[in-house]
């Protein structure tokens, strides 16, 4: 009989880690998690597949829990998707940024190499390590020009990754996933679209008590109207259950490799907008206010990929496309703030 596969994941409480581990769960993989112990009630996302996973409490912060984890579950693969994930956050907690996205990845690598030297990583790096690109769409050789601290403790992670795997006396099998946006109903309420999505879904419930809040702690919908940052940025947004397959794929691999994963379709946070006010048949012009506190100090893009490698070489291709994903979205949002 096969042996059973035994993965751990990073951020399993994360949008991408609780989808990788149903995905996961359904190949008969055996999954385990790391979970920061202030989550012992609330595991996020991975709330509904709590029983079927094996939980571990620490922080990238401690390489003693990683080293700890990794020792008792002994995983083929590793997936680090643990992260502070987000771009303009990172610029009020620069530390946090680099020290959890950045040095809290070196640790899960170094530990790791020391402890499962067999064990397959993958890296969770970001289409956000381009910057602001003159090459349109951006692929693996695309050359990487963070401008958020964020971007930059990817990058420091993502060129780690890189060193490991050229090492010629130990070489370490990571592979990084170069992921361009992809969202979800799952995804955090401090980005962009599923702020947009969760106020839709408000205002056309004409939801007034159990508002969700934004990342200053006001209201997301306030006299009908949304807050958002730059309408002109430009986007490659996919659909996360598609990613996480990428995700899988890489590790199943002979050898480490980079690889993009993206649509090669752009759009604009006006676009989103619009066509998730028009889902439910209200226009986008009367509830979309700009605030330059949602704008970042340094802005990124246009980031659009060209998914091609992973195409060629793994058979992968994103399913859901733009308007398919804005309606999924919608249509949960809708029941859930109803
Ligand atoms: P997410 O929903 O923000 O999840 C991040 C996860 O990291 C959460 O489970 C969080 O746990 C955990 N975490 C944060 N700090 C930690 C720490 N100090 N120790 C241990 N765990 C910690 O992110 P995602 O959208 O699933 O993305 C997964 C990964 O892909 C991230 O690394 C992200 O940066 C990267 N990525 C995402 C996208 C995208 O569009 N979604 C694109 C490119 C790359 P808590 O629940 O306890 O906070």
Same mark, same amino acid.
């Given at each position: 009989m096969a042996k059973v596969k035994k993965a751990f994941i990073t951020g399993i409480s994360g949008q991408d880690g609780s989808y990788l581990s149903e995905l996961l769960l359904s190949k008969g993989y055996e999954v385990?998690?790391?979970?920061?112990? +202030?989550a012992a009630l609330d595991f996020g996302n991975a709330n509904d597949i %709590?029983?079927?996973? %094996?939980?571990?409490?620490?922080?990238?912060?401690?390489?003693?829990?990683i080293a700890l984890a990794l020792y008792? $579950?002994?995983?083929?693969?590793?997936?680090?998707?643990?992260?502070?994930?987000?771009?303009?956050?990172? $610029?009020?907690?620069?530390?946090g940024a680099i020290m959890v996205t950045g040095v809290g990845a070196l640790n899960v690598f170094e530990r790791a190499r020391q402890v499962v030297p067999e064990a397959k990583v993958y890296q969770a790096s970001t289409s956000e390590m381009f910057g602001a690109p003159k090459q349109v769409p951006q692929d693996e050789?695309?050359?990487?020009?963070?401008?958020?601290?964020?971007?930059?403790?990817?990058? $420091?992670?993502?060129?780690m990754a890189v060193i490991a795997r050229n090492d010629k006396k130990q070489p370490q099998f990571i592979s990084c996933g170069i992921l361009f946006n992809h969202e979800s109903p799952r995804r955090g309420l401090n980005f962009?679209?599923? %702020?947009?999505?969760?106020?839709?879904a408000c205002i056309k419930n004409r939801k007034i008590e159990g508002v969700p809040l934004n990342e200053i702690g006001d209201s997301i919908v306030k006299n009908g109207k949304v807050k958002l940052g730059d309408l002109d940025a430009k986007r490659d947004w996919g659909y996360a259950p598609d990613y996480v397959e990428l995700m899988w794929l890489m590790l199943q691999q002979e050898k480490a490799d980079d690889f993009v994963a993206a649509t090669g379709e752009i759009h604009t946070v006006r676009e989103f907008a619009e066509e998730a006010f028009a889902v439910?048949?209200? +226009?986008? %012009?009367?509830?979309?206010?700009?605030?330059?506190?949602?704008?970042?100090?340094?802005q990124t893009g246009p980031l659009c990929g060209d998914p091609s490698k992973a195409k060629k070489l793994l058979g992968w291709e994103p399913k859901t496309r733009f308007k398919d994903l804005v309606r999924i979205m919608i249509h949960s949002d809708l029941a859930k703030f109803s």
């Open positions: 385990a998690g790391f979970v920061r112990r +202030n %709590k029983e079927e996973v %094996k939980i571990y409490y620490g922080d990238l912060h401690s390489p003693e829990s008792d $579950f002994k995983p083929d693969e590793i997936y680090n998707l643990a992260s502070l994930s987000s771009p303009l956050g990172s $610029f009020s907690d620069k530390m050789n695309t050359p990487f020009c963070p401008a958020n601290p964020y971007a930059a403790a990817k990058e $420091f992670a993502h060129r962009v679209t599923r %702020k947009i999505t969760s106020a839709v439910v048949g209200l +226009n986008w %012009k009367d509830h979309v206010e700009v605030d330059p506190l949602f704008i970042p100090p340094v």
